[in-house]
């Protein structure tokens, strides 16, 4: 059971993660949702706690990897050690693989998969002591199948699948759990939806409550992984494809090209003067002269500087 559980949820202020909050608040939970706007994130925790639950917004900007340790000892000052952990930031930007900046490829691989393994490794002392837990990772099925000019959000999305599968290998007997949620194109809200393109026609569509509900059902029944695409008939047949596609790889290219997976990421990709920059702090100087910058002034202990950000 869920009630009486503390719950930290990344990415927690819009998309899947604020449905997230939703469904989980209905099972009795406390969410202490993690996102960088601290406006967006008191909104969903205003509804959290409206629906009769607690919601704890903690405003941080999870690619400053160097600082997850400041946030996660605050969280435990506050609740305690959380019983689970959700995975759910991401980024994406489509984009020709050469056309990508090595900051561009630092801030992706930061939020999507380096800060989940971090969150995770700081926090599993507590769950191992305790001996129960549940960590879940929001992965997507263009971790199982990389899509083309999305390739750096698709590597980051497999090599976060097969974390998860090599961690939950190694938990096996501790009480600690693990589960991967791999949704297909998500249309109502959250990144897909903030492109302005549709998805492929025939490659199955859900929408951001059908992830949360699939998510709150791996928990309580520790499914190891989960797909959500549509319904069951589309979910069937993508487990196929993608099973055809361990002994024929290309025909599952040809497949992509054959549903529009291609042509429509293409229409997807921004002039870079419309895209936003990546944080300064991961920056990449592009002159192989340029001086590195210096590092970081440590965030002080008493004051950490992700509790003063600005939305």
């Not at 990389?146 to 590597?155: C, E, I, M, R, W």
């Not at 949360?212 to 589309?234: C, G, M, P, S, Y």
């Not at 895209?275 to 590195?292: E, G, I, K, Y």
């Amino acid at each position: 059971t869920l009630a009486g559980k503390t719950v930290l949820l990344t990415g927690a202020s819009r998309g899947i993660g604020a449905d997230i909050a939703r469904v989980l608040v209905q099972k009795q939970a406390t969410v202490v949702g993690v996102a960088r706007s601290q406006a967006a994130l008191e909104r969903v925790c205003a509804e959290v706690d409206a629906l009769g639950g607690r919601g704890i917004p903690v405003s941080f900007d999870i690619s400053r990897v160097d600082q997850l340790p400041a946030l996660v000892q605050q969280i435990e000052q506050q609740v305690g050690t959380p019983d689970i952990l959700i995975n759910n930031a991401g980024l994406e930007r489509y984009c020709a693989f050469q056309d990508y900046s090595p900051s561009d490829l630092h801030h992706i691989l930061s939020v999507n998969l380096i800060a989940a393994m971090e969150l995770t490794r700081l926090l599993l002392p507590g769950l191992l002591q305790r001996g129960s837990g549940h960590i879940v990772n929001l992965v997507s099925l263009a971790g199982k199948k990389g899509h083309p000019y999305d390739s750096v959000y698709s590597a980051s999305k497999g090599g976060l699948l097969l974390w998860n599968h090599a961690l939950r290998q190694e938990l096996w007997g501790t009480g600690v759990e693990v589960s991967a949620i791999c949704p297909g194109y998500v249309a109502d809200r959250g990144m897909l939806a903030d492109t302005g393109v549709p998805a492929p026609r025939l490659a199955g569509v859900s929408e951001s409550g059908d992830v949360a509900i699939a998510l709150l059902k791996a928990i309580e029944h520790n499914r190891a992984e989960v797909i959500v695409n549509q319904d069951f008939f589309t979910e069937t047949l993508t487990k196929l494809l993608l099973a055809t596609e361990q002994i024929f790889p290309r025909m599952a290219d040809l497949t992509n090209r054959w549903l529009g997976v291609t042509q429509l990421n293409q229409q997807r990709i921004k002039p870079k003067s419309k895209h936003p920059s990546p944080p300064s702090h991961l920056r990449v100087p592009t002159s192989p002269l340029a001086s590195p910058a210096p590092p970081a002034s440590p965030a002080s202990s008493t004051s950490p500087a992700f509790w003063t950000r600005k939305p």
